[in-house]
């Protein structure tokens, strides 16, 4: 069976369909202010300064006897105590064990939609992965 001679598609600055910008009329004045990346809102000063940008959401089974656990990470380093409270309230919250550590929580389980949500609701920046 032959082969179908592939047809190119124009792309040079005289061709009409890929000379429109549609980001052209915006400038960088027309966004709102970004919130401070390194505070959490929503709760007041009760978890200090406790991020270091976004907060990454994880899924692990990794060295755990084929055991699921959903990691926190992205903590900043030296705030094993804020972290800790934090911990708790998850703990609490979900109804489920878990350890904190000074730049990770760990839960037992799959708990990743759950923890998201609590911690977007309480200001967080998350992101699953």
Same mark, same amino acid.
């Given at each position: 069976?032959?082969?179908?001679?592939?047809? $190119?598609?124009?792309?040079?600055?005289?061709? =009409?369909? @890929? &000379?429109? /910008?549609?980001? *052209?009329?915006?400038? !960088?004045?027309?966004?709102? &202010?970004?919130?401070?990346? %390194? =505070?959490?809102?929503?709760?007041?000063?009760?978890?200090? +300064?406790?991020? @270091?940008?976004?907060?990454? %959401?994880?899924? /692990?089974? +990794? #060295?755990?006897?084929?055991? =699921? %656990? =959903?990691?926190?990470?992205? @903590? *900043?380093?030296?705030?094993?105590?804020?972290?800790?409270?934090?911990?708790?309230?998850? $703990?609490? *919250?979900? #109804?489920?064990? #878990?350890?904190?550590?000074?730049?990770? !929580? *760990?839960?037992?389980?799959?708990?990743?939609?759950? !923890?998201?949500?609590?911690?977007?609701?309480?200001?967080?920046? !998350? &992101?699953?992965?």
């Amino acid at each position: 069976m032959a082969r179908r001679k592939r047809r $190119r598609i124009e792309s040079t600055k005289e061709s =009409t369909s @890929f &000379a429109v /910008d549609p980001f *052209e009329s915006l400038s !960088v004045n027309d966004f709102p &202010a970004l919130p401070d990346p %390194v =505070t959490a809102t929503g709760t007041g000063d009760k978890y200090e +300064k406790i991020l @270091f940008g976004r907060l990454r %959401v994880l899924l /692990d089974r +990794k #060295g755990r006897a084929g055991k =699921t %656990v =959903t990691v926190i990470c992205g @903590f *900043e380093a030296g705030r094993g105590t804020a972290v800790a409270q934090l911990a708790q309230e998850l $703990r609490r *919250e979900l #109804g489920t064990g #878990g350890t904190a550590h000074d730049d990770a !929580v *760990e839960l037992q389980g799959d708990q990743r939609e759950k !923890v998201a949500a609590w911690l977007r609701h309480r200001g967080f920046t !998350v &992101a699953l992965g």
